[in-house]
């Protein structure tokens, strides 16, 4: 277990909302969208202290771009000098879209996310979801993760509704039981509102 981790979910357990973080199996299970030629925009939100981005870059081997929103400081700090390779951004992941306009991009190929989402009232969570929605590329795919053992609790139950009715494709991977707690993952495509459409709106 980190001890780093833990001292995070202990300051501040509802942005951390884990005790530990996420296993090497539940990592390459998040990340296998990441395509492993071309040049990608991936983003990550809510990296923690590193498990989906030491992933994300094996799969990257030098190629693309990464991106990295983490909102609490002292996982950002660490994970910019680990992951060099990484932007890492200290930011709200509701301003995904913004961010993404500054490094002059539209959209993202893939993005990961790490977040606490049984952690997020209602209000937070669609908040979440319209940033991914309105900052993925139509053909992008975006993956989260929920813990088993919480997987009928009302935020969960939320979180699912609101994939299903922003994306027209959900899929939920098998359990990985080594991971501790045992996870399992949501595999998400064609966005109903994706960034061109948005854009769009937008203008």
Do not use: K
């Not at 994970?79 to 990484?86: D, Q, S, T």
């Amino acid at each position: 277990m980190s001890v780093s981790f833990l001292r995070e979910f202990l300051r501040d357990p509802l942005t951390v909302a884990a005790v530990a973080p996420s296993g090497a199996r539940l990592a390459d299970l998040v990340t296998a969208p990441v395509p492993r030629d071309g040049d990608p925009l991936v983003v990550e939100l809510g990296p923690g202290t590193g498990a989906f981005t030491a992933a994300v870059q094996s799969r990257l081997a030098g190629r693309g771009r990464h991106l990295a929103i983490e909102i609490n400081e002292r996982f950002a700090g660490p994970l910019a000098a680990r992951f060099p390779r990484v932007d890492v951004a200290v930011a709200d992941a509701r301003r995904l879209p913004d961010l993404l306009a500054h490094g002059g991009h539209r959209q993202a190929d893939v993005i990961v996310s790490g977040l606490p989402w049984a952690a997020f009232g209602a209000s937070t969570q669609d908040d979440l979801l319209a940033a991914v929605t309105g900052a993925l590329a139509p053909d992008g795919a975006f993956t989260t993760f929920a813990y088993t053992f919480s997987r009928w609790a009302p935020p969960a139950l939320r979180l699912r509704q609101s994939l299903s009715a922003r994306f027209e494709e959900v899929v939920t991977s098998r359990t990985v039981w080594a991971n501790m707690p045992p996870a399992f993952v949501y595999f998400c495509r064609r966005p109903r509102i994706p960034a061109r459409l948005h854009d769009l709106v937008a203008a």
